[in-house]
């Protein structure tokens, strides 16, 4: 789990420094398969599968996570369109409260309760759900979300070295991994059903977004999040701003985005890695029609079974 703002927040990125011996004990005790190659190991719990850290992070926020009513999470699968999530609701919410040029704050400076995480519903820390907080979840086609890992992880396997490329799955290797079910936070379609059954229990709690529908139409998924947030925009008020703000375009060219880097477990991440093209279907430039139609059929098995239409 990542934290954006307040709270009452255990460390950032959501895995305790200390890592306790206890979690690491509970880890050792799960299910475990081998996972991709070039990477480590994946543990099953409640279902999901989860790489190490990340698991400890889950179960240090299960342990200590306090969810405040107010608090609002931005929850996804990785690769769906998290970071850009992200900064719409921050610049939503943000909006008018921001400081200005001159570095003040032009309109108070409220905390915003804004929290992100990878999560499956039922792995979110009890609070969040006794809380009654509101989760925003963002999902993607499955054939783009593979292909957007697969990319992000290749590069994470490389970190500074580029030869490391060759220790890692390759896209067929991953691929049949994936339509297992067994990637991060995997399987895919389970983690997506889990928000969406919440959805339908708690509409009012819980918006369902789709990538594909966020990148068609951005100003009305804009003002559906305003609303949702409980900050609707003002008849008067402009949302292209928040839309341009966030555009793929802007966030990939943020000097930060381009040249800035952070380490995550050890290896150094190149920022840009999380903005690599930002559209729908590239999946065809990179599986065959056969290996999407392979996806697609699971897609419907799993999920059109409960009702779901993608
Ligand atoms: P994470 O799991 O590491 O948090 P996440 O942000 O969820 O990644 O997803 C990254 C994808 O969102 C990338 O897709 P791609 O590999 O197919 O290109 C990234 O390019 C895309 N993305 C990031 N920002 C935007 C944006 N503003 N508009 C559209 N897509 C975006």
Known sequence: MEFSATSKPIPASGISPESPQK?????SQLPKEKGWRGL???????NFWFYPAF??????????????????????????????LKALSFTIATRGHRP?????????????????SHLPYTCLPKSVIDSDCKIVYIRRDPKDTFVSMWFFLRKFVAGKNSTDVESFASIDEGFELFCKGLSSHGPYWEHILGYWEASIRRPEKILFLKYEDLLEDTQLWVKKLAE???????????????????????????EVNK???????????ENSAYFRKGVVGDWRNHLSDEMGKKIDVIMEEK??????TF
């Not at 480590?40 to 409640?46: A, E, H, R, S, T």
């Open 228 to 254: 949702f947030f409980g900050c609707p925009f003002s008849a008067g008020e402009e949302r292209e701003g928040v839309v341009k703000e966030c555009s793929f375009e802007s966030l990939r060219d943020l």
């Open 259 to 269: 040249s800035g880097k952070h380490e995550k477990r050890g290896r150094v991440i």
């Open 303 to 308: 999920l059109m079974g409960p009702g779901f």
């Open 100 to 116: 200005s040029d001159d570095g003040l704050p032009s309109n108070g400076g409220s905390e915003i309760p804004l929290f992100a």
């Open 23 to 27: 979690y690491v004990e509970e880890i």
């Open 55 to 84: 698991l400890k992070g889950a179960l240090h926020a299960r342990d200590h996570f306090q969810a405040q009513p107010t608090d609002i999470f931005l929850c996804s699968s990785m690769k769906t369109g998290t970071a850009w």
């Open 40 to 46: 480590q190991g994946l543990f099953l719990y409640k």
